[in-house]
């Protein structure tokens, strides 16, 4: 075996011990990256603030606002020397934020969290500075800004309660009450939200990924490991990425950049507990890192918390709101940065390049039929499905015409539904087409359950009537015929074309 490959640091995963020297060394090491983000938490940071050379922007000039403030000077040296005490007296191996971070990642509850808080200083030395509760470790914790926003939501998902609905007390769509009402009495607890969205913002976090010197490193990996055998083996190798940089040559080059995928799902977070819960969350993946970190737990970024006990279906885009805004103003203007590898600001702009779900999720987003009749969001109207009347489900058929004419496939009667397919594959439609197709769809968000009514019948039309009436009838008949066509395989148009990029 490699003797290189054995003494690297890591080799501890494959059972053979790592020596005591290394093992603090690394831990010296996870205490001064958590102590780098602290800095970046507080905007402080002494190589900025001796920087005088930070260009035009306020906002960009953080050293000057430092030297200004002395009391905030002062208060942050206080908390950064707070941070720093050793667990205990002649403690090597944690720091007072180190120690507070690794048990708060193994927390399941608050009440558990706290029984934990009141036995482990008991077992430590007198002298350790380890808090007594969860609350305490919170309001430690909330020093690093790294919390969420509270915004309420319409119990039927019609609309968010911010900027103009933001003083509001009922839905402007449904009326329903934003607050919580008492089933038996009717009385309406006022401060108490139906519905809460949680939203994680994400300037700020990708901000202080360059806080970090490592960190910074890679996120310039992919600027320098394309792929030049044209076998894929990163998303930077796909066509996708190439298209993008070519019709984005300015944003291409600066390698800082981002780029971002997006994903979402529902789970139970009651188990077994309580089936008919779904709550839903919005993850970004970086893919500036390289394959073996941008997958990690630790690199994907949780943006949005959806609560149940529904799920969201096609208004998942009003949750997605404060996301796609805070994408737009990363694209268009960008966040002033600094970067602690090359000790200099930059203006960092990110892209939303894809998202990633299974196919039921993948309708809510895209806004395309993905059930029923025309469960192919390719084919749309020309979908071949069948109703299995006893298994009362669709089933979809032809699947042949998706080869090549020729192929030897298409003939084979037996061994298929017994017909020959001599049919034509869908065609995928691009990105502008789309959005031209939706350009006058009015979307209906909001899941209020109304009383189910019985479909009307139409009107009989008598057929002796004037030619000019009658010429009339049928354009207007072959307009709406054309417009169904183009919209019968969308449920919504997706708020994603907000972004300018995205029917690229």
Known sequence: MDKAYKLQSDWYHHGDSVAAGECEREVNQWNE???????AAEYYDQD???NGDLGDNPVADLGEIAEGEDKREDEFLAKLADAETPLYPDCLNHIKLSAIVSLFRLKWSDKSFDELFETLPKMLPKDNVLHTSSYDVKKFLKRFDLG??????CVNECCLFRKKYKKLENCPKCNASRWKINMHTGEVKKGVPQKVLRYFPIILRLKRMFRTEEMTKDLRWHFRNKSIDGKLRHPVDS???????????????EERNMRLGLSTDGFNPFNMKNTKYSCWHVLLVDYNLPHHLCMKKENIMLTLLITGPQQPDNSNDVYLEPLIEDLNHLWKKGEVTYDVYTKTTFTLKAMLLWTISDFPAYGNLAGCKVKSKMGCPICGKNTDS????????????????????????RDKKKWFDGKAEHGK?????????????????????????????KRKRTAYIDPVSDSSDLSSESEEDEEVELDQEKLSRWKKSSISFKLPYWEV
């Open 33 to 39: 990256e958590i102590l780098e983000l602290y800095k």
């Open 48 to 50: 900025l603030a001796s």
């Open 148 to 153: 969420y926003e509270n915004i309420h939501a």
């Open 239 to 253: 066509v996708s990425w190439d298209k993008m940089n070519d019709k984005y040559p300015l944003f291409a080059s």
């Open 386 to 409: 069948m109703w299995l009347k006893f298994s009362r489900k669709h089933v979809y058929m032809c699947h042949r015409k998706g080869l090549a004419p020729t192929h030897r496939y």
């Open 425 to 453: 594959k869908g065609r995928i439609l691009t990105g502008r087409e789309v959005s031209q197709n939706l350009k006058n769809f009015k979307n209906d968000f909001g899941n209020v359950k109304g009383s189910w009514r």
